[in-house]
């Protein structure tokens, strides 16, 4: 995270705004985000031709690109996982393989795969996204929020502070280990801030470890 270079960056569909960041290994890079981005829904269905077909990227120099998600069968071209607990879902995380001549046009840091690692009960992550954002064209600082982990179960980071709208896709960092991704927040009272575990599927997302 000592990068000058952003550690997140805006993206938007039809049904949501959000953010996403760049995780990199010897075989190749993705662009992780949520799936809630594509259907508006935290539950996705694997329904593939209910989700919106592309993603717009805002780029550090303020330009904006389109990328498919699906090929022209309508096949998914991005990594995913089944939800844990609910048969026909998809768990909210996506991981879509992009080229390095991509991911230096948005200009952005990459995030080592290795740097992915697990937490536990009571320490301090930090998260990273645009809370605010509307939409590509008016894109606010990228901002943080810190909190302690309350409980981690059934591929999910439980947080003590609340996420916020923009937030969704964003980075989950405990000191310099990629832990997680935002996904939303409980519905408890104070809401906690929910994050996909990243450790548990980075399998499923980006494939054999290198």
Not at 34 to 50: A, I, V
Not at 157 to 181: C, D, K, Q, R, T
């Amino acid at each position: 995270m000592t990068s000058k270079k952003p550690i997140a960056f805006p993206v938007a569909t039809v049904a949501h705004v959000g953010t996403a960041f760049i995780v990199g290994s010897k075989r190749g890079n993705w662009l992780v985000t949520t799936g809630h981005n594509f259907t508006g829904m935290r539950l996705s269905t694997r329904d593939w031709s209910k989700w919106d077909q592309d993603l717009f990227i805002g780029c550090s120099d303020g330009s904006r690109i389109r990328v498919p998600m699906f090929d022209a069968a309508g096949e998914p071209l991005f990594g995913w996982a089944p939800d844990q607990l609910r048969k026909g879902l998809v768990d909210d995380a996506v991981a879509l393989p992009v080229s390095a001549a991509l991911v230096q046009r948005i200009g952005c840091a990459i995030i080592q795969r290795s740097s992915i690692g697990p937490v536990a009960k009571g320490q301090t992550v930090t998260f990273f996204g645009y809370p605010g954002i509307s939409d590509l064209h008016a894109i606010p600082p990228l901002r943080s929020k810190s909190g302690c982990v309350v409980n981690v179960e059934h591929g999910y980071i439980f947080i003590n502070v609340a996420s916020e709208e923009g937030y969704s896709g964003g980075p989950v960092f405990a000191g310099p280990h990629l832990v997680g991704m935002v996904s939303g927040n409980t519905k408890e009272n104070p809401p906690q801030c929910l994050a996909i575990h990243l450790v548990e599927m980075a399998g499923k997302l980006f494939g054999a470890a290198p």
